[in-house]
């Protein structure tokens, strides 16, 4: 079974940077997708950003688009999620998500089937 991982959050001042990781480990297969979502109090879980394993495509929110960036290190089977310019309200806990089996990159929370422990993130103004 697919497991997940998340380290690197904390607390930040408004501006400043994080990075978060997510190792993975069990995968059967080699298409898959890995996304980081996040949830703030009283909110809705939201898709943040996703990366495919098929063809390395990506996909950011709006509101991260220009500040937050993922990567991944096939080798240590890791997606990094790099934050910079932090704002308050980014302030959430931080999931990682994986799908097995995709050539695209989907950004709902009900196309992904194994999700990690979650990492708190608080940025403060």
């Known amino acids: 079974e697919v497991q997940l991982v998340e380290s690197g959050g904390g607390l930040v001042q408004a501006g400043g940077s994080l990075r978060l990781s997510c190792a993975a480990s069990?995968?059967?297969?080699?298409?898959?997708?890995i996304g980081w979502f996040r949830q703030a109090p009283g909110k809705e879980r939201e898709g943040v950003s996703c990366?495919?394993?098929?063809?390395?495509?990506?996909y950011y929110a709006s509101s991260v688009k220009g500040r937050f960036t993922i990567s991944s290190d096939n080798a240590k089977n890791t997606v990094y999620l790099q934050m910079n310019n932090l704002k308050p309200e980014d302030t959430a806990v931080y999931y990682c998500?994986?799908?097995?089996?995709?050539?695209?990159?989907?950004?709902?929370?009900?196309?992904?089937?194994?999700w990690g422990q979650g990492t708190q993130v608080t940025v403060s103004s």
């Open positions: 990366i495919s394993s098929y063809d390395g495509s990506t």
């Open positions: 998500a994986a799908a097995e089996g995709l050539h695209w990159v989907p950004s709902n929370v009900f196309q992904y089937d194994y």
């Open positions: 069990g995968f059967t297969r080699d298409d898959y997708a």
